[in-house]
Structure formats: C-alpha cells, structure tokens
C-alpha cells in the first residue's frame, strides 16, 4: 500500500531511496521505526550542551542562559520547516536528503549538474556537523575517567584514556547496530534512562539542598568589561553558531526519515518532543551551574563543571554514581551522531554526491562501511585534545548545512513545481520569509561570527580544520559525478 504522499510522479520516483536514484538500485534503508524509537535515538541531544558550559561562561556570565534560550527558540523556527521537507520528501534522509532533492536539475541529462554540487555540499557540511560529536565525547568520557579513577590516572594520561573509549564505544556502536536503526533505538532506550536520571539528579538537586544561590546569576549577567560594539556583535554571532550546534540539534530526529513506519506523522511528533526535551534542558543545566558555582566556579572547572555541582550537591559518593552514569549517557549522544553521520553519507552516495561504495549497505539496512569510515576518521580527530577546538571547526559545518537547507525550503515553496508537491505536516503561513530570515542569520552572519571568534582565541587551527575538511568534498564530487557518469554510459540501452 502506497504511504500519503508518495504517489507515482517524477518528484517520488528521482527522490526514493535509491543508490544514486538514476540506475535503479534500492538503498535497502527499511521503515522499521516509529516516532518513539527516533525519538531514543535524538534524545541524547541535550547532552551537548556538556562541553560548551563552562565556554560560553567565560564569554557571556549569567547571560549565556538566555543564549540557550534563544537558540533552541531558533530550532523550533528552523525545524518547523524541516519538518514540512520531512513530510514533502519522505525518503529523504532530514537534512542532508532534503537540500539535495530541491537542489539538482530536473531531467539533467549532463555529466556536471551543478546544481547537485550545493544540494552536496549542504549534506557534507552537515555530516561534518555531526561527525566530530564522536570525537568530542570520547575526549570527556576520557576526562571524566582521569578525573574520577586515581588508578586510571596513574597508569593512563587523559589522551589514552579518550582514544580507548573511543576504539571501544565506537567498535561497540557498530556491532550493536550492524542489525539495524531498531537495534540502536532499543539501545536508545536504556541510555536514554541512564541519561535524564543523573542529569535531572545533579541539574535539580542544588535546588533541594540549598546549594543554589541566585546571586550567582543576578550578579553576573555579563562581563564588566562588555561593550556593546561591532567586537561583541561578531562575539555574540560566533557564540550563537556554536550554541545552534548544540540546542537546535534535535532536527536530528527527521534524518530517520526513510526509515520511519509513517513519516507523515511520526517525523513531526519525534522532532517536537525532543525540541521541548531541549528547551527545559538547556536552559536548566547552564542555570543550575551558574547559579552553584559561581561565574569563578566555573571558570575554575572549564571543561567538567558538571563534576563540582555534582559533588556540592551529592557528595563523593553520590557525585560519582551520577558522573559514571552521566558517561553512559555519552554513549548516547555518540550514537546519535554515529548514526545520523553515517546516514548523512549514505544519503549523499543515494544522490550521487559521494562514491558510490557509500551507499552500500548490509542485509539488515545498515551503511556499516560509512560507519567504519566514520569511526576512524573521529578516532583521529581525538589528537586534537580540546572538545570546545573540535566544536568550533564543526560549527562551520553546521551553519553551512543550516543556510543551505533553509534556502532549500524557500525554493521548494518557490518553485512552481516543487510548491505542488503533497505535504502531510506544513509550516504556518509564510514560514517562507522565516526560513529565509534565519537563513541569512546563518550565512552569512554566524558563518562571519565563528570565524572571527575563532580568530580572537588565536584558534585559526580550528577554522583551518573546518575549511579543509569542508573543501575536500569538491574533488570528491567530482569524482563522484565522474563515476556516476561512466556507470551510466555501461548500462545496457534500451532500444
């Protein structure tokens, strides 16, 4: 039985899940998920709001609370149109899917469509956003490991310790998920259990003990010597480009597309719980650790701050519980990066934007060789050592994939074809003219902003990281469209 929405035209029949669509092959991605499982899977978003704390402190006080605020409202603006492209392209896969069905020639009959070019782009940016999420938490859960076990500590340095987590979670997550997206949602499940316990515990408890001092906040909002200039502006635009990479996250939940049971109905309820999840989340965490510690407190404890309220609260004991626990929550979010990365390229290889090799996947639907890739790639990325140096240079990527993708949904609203096309789940009125709004704020105003703030940390390595990585998928495409082209040109013609 069809699905609302995919009856037989040209828009369904280029946009299935197909290895690059045009020989036919099937993807072998299956619908085997509802709105809860994809939920499992994206619920681990809140957990990146653990490296940029005690950063975001240090630029803004207090004031880095409404930061949170504001940027998961910005999710909720962006997400309600990747919610609508979720519903008009069922089997694409969120983000990288959608950019790449509006931005390619309809009946291209050439070698270059250069169209597909910024649809492909717009995806490897976003893989790259993703990406290096692997990397960043296996640097904390190695930190924390250090920081908590005296004889891990004597026997191993932190860098040890994070690439060991790194070769195990990262072994783990594909063996676990080898069977399949349903086998990471049950794993999801658990973690998902693991995480909210301790967080809630250490995020609420200060409240309960008297551990909480508002004046740690009211005292605080921003730093003295903050003016509001251009300087600040381009601060704020880079803080803003790393807070999206974290609080507007939860769009997440839509890369499951292909794979829901009912993606009219389950993409939206998936993404909106988990935005509501955020929202309370984020603003929670950077309050109650604030509001604990202290501007100087957190200053004092940068990259764990977590650590300290857990123990002003809970005690040694108690704080390490929560702490371990708090790590298997990083598995979590590990995983739903894992998954949405590996997604992100399969999606790209389905549109003939990367090799074809990584769109192959296995008997039970798994891209298991872009999960392999992936893997190694991270456990590279784990000699950069400082978790907020990764985030910046993968902050580019996502501002990138961001634009591109609300410009995606602006010309789909546009296009006299496209504006045609079934949508079970739509944006409110003129959400067009919100989409392109945000879109600029995105590229390019945070693209400037991290840049610059990149800059002023004497962090041109991170920027440096983030071109170069974005820049290598040129040739690639190239190379891709090269394939594709010659693969065509062996088919047998029908005469």
């Known amino acids: 039985m069809e699905e609302k929405g995919e009856g037989i035209d040209w828009h369904h029949a280029e946009q299935c899940s197909k290895v690059v669509c045009e020989t036919g092959e099937e993807s072998g991605l299956e619908r085997s998920i509802d709105w809860k499982q994809g939920l499992a899977i994206a619920v681990g978003v809140p957990l990146l709001i653990l490296p940029s ?28 149109a990747y919610g609508e492209l979720a519903t008009t392209f069922p089997k694409a896969s969120g983000l990288p899917g959608f950019a790449q069905n509006v931005f390619k020639t309809r009946d291209y009959k050439g070698k270059y469509d250069k169209s597909k070019l910024i649809g492909g782009f717009s995806a490897w940016s976003y893989w790259f956003a993703w990406n290096p999420v692997l990397a960043i938490f296996a640097i904390l859960v190695g930190f924390y490991l250090h920081s908590l076990f005296p004889s891990l500590a004597a026997t191993f340095s932190e860098y040890q310790l994070s690439l060991a987590a790194g070769i195990v979670i990262f072994g783990g997550l594909i063996l676990i998920n080898y069977r399949g997206v349903s086998s990471g949602a049950l794993v999801g499940y658990i973690l998902a259990a693991l995480a909210f316990v301790p967080l809630i515990i250490i995020a609420l408890a200060p409240y309960v003990t008297g551990d909480f001092v508002l004046a740690n906040i009211t005292s605080s909002w921003l730093p003295t010597e903050w003016v509001w200039d251009l300087n600040s502006i381009l601060i704020l635009l880079g803080i803003f480009a790393m807070a999206q990479w974290s609080a507007c996250a939860w769009e997440t939940a839509a890369i499951y597309g292909p794979e829901y049971k009912n993606p009219g109905s389950d993409v939206p309820k998936a993404l909106f719980t988990c935005g509501a999840i955020c929202l309370l989340a984020y603003v929670i965490v950077q309050t109650t650790v604030t509001g604990v510690l202290g501007i100087d407190g957190i200053a004092n404890a940068p990259i764990d701050p977590m650590l300290p309220v857990a123990q002003a609260s809970l005690g040694d004991i108690g704080s390490t519980i929560a702490i371990v626990m708090l790590i298997a929550a990083m598995v979590l979010i590990i995983q739903t990066a894992y998954l949405g990365s590996a997604r992100a390229m399969h999606s790209m290889a389905v549109e003939g934007n990367l ?7 296995n008997s039970h639907g798994t891209p298991v060789l872009a999960m392999v890739v992936i893997g190694i790639f991270n456990l590279a990325l784990i000699s950069m050592g400082t978790p907020t140096a990764i985030l910046a240079a993968s902050a580019i990527g996502y501002v990138c994939a961001n634009g591109i993708s609300l410009f995606a949904y602006v010309k789909a609203k546009a296009d006299p074809h496209l504006a ?9 009125t003129g959400w067009k003219n919100v989409a392109l709004m945000f879109g600029l704020f995105n590229i390019p105003l945070c693209l400037i902003g991290i840049i610059y703030l990149n800059s002023i940390e004497g962090s041109w390595f ?34």
């Open 462 to 495: 991170s920027t440096g990281v983030g071109i170069l990585v974005l820049g290598l998928y040129i040739p690639m495409w190239y190379y891709s469209q090269h394939e594709n082209h010659v693969a065509k040109r062996a088919e047998p013609q029908i005469t």
């Open 53 to 80: 704390i005690g950063y975001f402190a240090g630029w803004l006080w207090s004031a880095a609370i409404i930061v949170w605020g504001l940027s998961v409202f910005q999710g909720f603006m962006q997400n309600l």
């Open 355 to 361: 090799p074809r090799a990584f769109g192959k996947v």
């Open 420 to 428: 045609g096309l079934d949508r079970p789940f739509k944006a409110p």
